[in-house]
């Protein structure tokens, strides 16, 4: 749970306004804090700290006036396109009021939120589980290192860092994006009638503004998304597959800038042929239930679902027309196709985070009787990891 100090800087980061009133007399209370944004809504040349509700002309302090007489906690406010959702909290030292800016977009069934600041982003996610929303998409963003910033600088670079984070994102947001700070160094986005393309091309560009912006901090940004495009996945699922691909994705970075350029790496091959790269992932799925079954350590099976992920990242030097050709490959595309287990090898042993998984990597289309390539090793001369991913990979073409 996000704590009411930062609440009331997030409101102002985001474009939302924050009151803060002591609750004595619902018919008069008195404004003890209020945040920028407020400040500039009900007019700057006000001083509004201080004063009582009855001293202010004001439409939303009259309306949260009714709120406090009536009891109720949530209301909305419309104004043209934008509509104030109100939200009342109590807390010991009075009530605190927070209007968050939403957007009435009638084409998306009406009140959009720009960007949420707590927990209830699958409340809404679920109000969005509709077929005039298909395909939908969530985009899970976590921010690695921040713990050592916290150590090394004090929570208050920490917090500048989530912040600048949450610009970002908000910065790369459209009419049909819903956003949150999940709290601690998470965020989440849910696009509307998208593609992978689009999921893919948003959180590239949200992790590259990252990297731009603090390129002096040993910090990345892990991403994982899944998609819909039918009931038959329920939000929360949705909301678990592009959790447990964010993992996958984590397990890559440790906050290096070797890590983060494979990591680039990556980007890069999903969005050049997103068909390969959900093929990576399920081999990963495969590869790590298979070192699960075969009680492997856990840090075997955490470098082998790893290494899996990426066993055919040497594929992003192949020419786009031939991953994508829908006949047979000719005798020529087939041997540049066969290229890519010794070109993936080479990129890993480049990294020397990764120089452990490279000869994997190349090993993973040997045969054990002889017959795969690129050296033609055979039986116990291919690496036992290898082997474990040839059998995964095999699985999931044949499926």
């Known amino acids: 749970m996000v704590e009411e100090k930062q609440k009331k800087g997030l409101c102002s980061l985001f474009g939302f306004l924050y009151l803060k009133v002591l609750n004595e007399d619902p018919l008069d209370f008195q404004i003890v804090d209020i945040n920028d944004r407020f400040l500039f809504m009900v007019g700057e040349n006000q001083e509004i700290v201080g004063k009582r509700k009855n001293e202010l002309n004001s439409a939303l302090i009259n309306k949260v006036a009714e709120m406090i007489q009536s009891g109720k906690t949530d209301a909305k406010v419309f104004s043209d396109s934008t509509v104030y959702d109100i939200k009342i909290f109590n807390n010991k030292n009075g009530l605190s009021v927070y209007f968050f800016e939403d957007i009435y977009k009638p084409e ?116 994982g998304f899944a998609i819909k495009n039918d009931k038959s996945l329920n939000m929360t699922k949705l909301f678990n597959k592009a959790e447990d691909n964010m993992y996958f994705n984590k397990l890559l970075q440790k906050g290096s800038v070797r890590r983060r350029t494979l990591d680039a790496i990556i980007d890069i091959f999903s969005l050049k042929c997103p068909r390969e790269a959900k093929h990576s992932r399920r081999v990963s799925a495969l590869c790590k239930r298979f070192a699960i079954e075969l009680d492997l350590e856990k840090e075997k099976i955490d470098s082998l679902t790893v290494t899996s992920l990426m066993h055919d990242i040497g594929k992003v030097g192949v020419k786009d027309y031939i ?41 993973h289309h040997e045969r054990w009787d002889g017959t795969g390539y690129p050296n033609g090793l055979k039986g116990n001369e291919i690496i036992f990891e290898a082997r474990i991913i040839a059998l995964a990979d095999a699985y999931d073409s044949m499926r």
């Open 323 to 363: 991953l994508n050709k829908p006949s047979a490959l000719d005798e020529e595309e087939w041997a540049i196709i066969k290229k890519h287990p010794d070109m993936g090898g080479k990129i890993l042993s480049s990294i020397k985070e990764f120089q452990d998984m490279a000869e994997i990597v190349r090993q």
């Open 108 to 223: 998306y069934g009406g009140i959009v939120p720009k960007l949420m600041i707590d927990n209830g982003f699958l409340d809404w996610a679920v109000r969005y589980d509709d077929p005039r929303y298909y395909p939908i998409s969530i985009g899970l963003l976590d921010i690695n290192g921040l713990k050592n910033i916290n150590d090394r600088y004090g929570y208050e670079q920490g917090d500048k860092i989530i912040n600048k984070t949450a610009q970002i994102i908000r910065s790369n947001l459209n009419s049909n994006t819903i956003a949150t700070r999940l709290g601690g160094n998470g965020f989440a986005i849910m696009v509307f009638q998208t593609s992978e393309n689009e999921i893919l091309s948003l959180l590239f560009e949200i992790k590259r503004q990252f990297e731009m912006a603090f390129e002096k901090y040993d910090l990345s940004l892990s991403t």
